[in-house]
């Protein structure tokens, strides 16, 4: 009984070993190397994006509190 579950359980991880390297290899156009790549471009594109959003913010800031201080004397 031991020696068919050690079997079953090699047998599951060549399965697994050999799957993933088909999914690598795969040269279609589905493979999960292009949609890593996907994500990790948006990501990027996001934070620059938000870090684009956010200095405006900032600067529209400081340009309206100098406004109100320019106003005070």
């Known amino acids: 009984m031991l020696i068919e ?15 993933i390297k088909e999914i ?6 589905g493979s999960i ?5 996907i994500i990790g471009f948006s990501l990027i594109a996001f934070v620059v994006i938000i870090s684009i959003i956010t200095s405006i ?4 800031n ?3 509190s100098d406004f109100f201080n320019f106003l005070d004397f």
């Open 33 to 37: 190397i292009e949609y890593s790549l």
């Open 5 to 19: 579950n050690t079997l079953l359980i090699d047998m599951g991880k060549i399965k697994i070993k050999k799957r």
């Open 62 to 64: 400081s340009a309206l």
């Open 24 to 29: 690598i290899v795969d040269n279609r156009a």
């Open 57 to 60: 913010l900032d600067w529209s």
